[in-house]
């Protein structure tokens, strides 16, 4: 009988937690659109500031995407990446510009990255490259010509500057970030901006409210 009391007491405790907790779930949907914002605005920015180079790349079929229209692609997608991390930050239309992003999130995963397998860094440890899930030939190649660039680089005389910053690494350049960035889109597509710091949320609170008021009055 004792048990049953403390199991259910426990049930209890938890719902109120859960209760409690519910409150504060703006607070993960805010710091998903602080992160997304400079992310998106960067990459908006990256290619707007290189329009020459990144239309040829968008245009060439060869060593490029290929896409057609590439001038209208392109302005579109730095329209909807500037745009779109500045309405992510004021949380204003937050499902619609997620959605939009999320779309390119995926035509970068499916047209630039995925030949690249998942890693963004080539590190031939990981159970996606080395075989326990996937195998990335390239990724575990990656190690031996590391270890030959810095035998070269060592023989310079300003090899402390070089790694000053970081130690170097292999660009793999797979769908890791691009997928990871549309894992956290969805959410907002699915969940909104969230309650109090967000445009959205005090919009519709006045649109809730004009549409009371006149259903009273009628």
Known sequence: ???????HQSILFYQKL??????LDFIPLLLLRLYLTPVMMQAGW??????????SWFADPDWGLGLPAPALMLSLVILLELGGGLALLLGLFTRMTALGLSITMLVAMGAVHAK????AIADASSWLADGTVLYNEAVMA???KLARANDILQQQPDYDW???SGKFVVLNNGIEFAATYLVMLLVLVACGAGRWLSLDYWLSRKVVGVATTQEAAA
């Open 1 to 7: 009988m004792r048990s049953l009391i403390v199991i």
């Open 18 to 23: 859960v209760t409690k907790l519910q409150r």
């Open 46 to 55: 990256t290619k707007l500031h290189n329009f020459d180079s990144t239309l």
């Open 116 to 119: 690249n397998g998942w890693l």
């Open 142 to 144: 990656a190690p031996d």
């Open 162 to 164: 070089l790694v000053s």
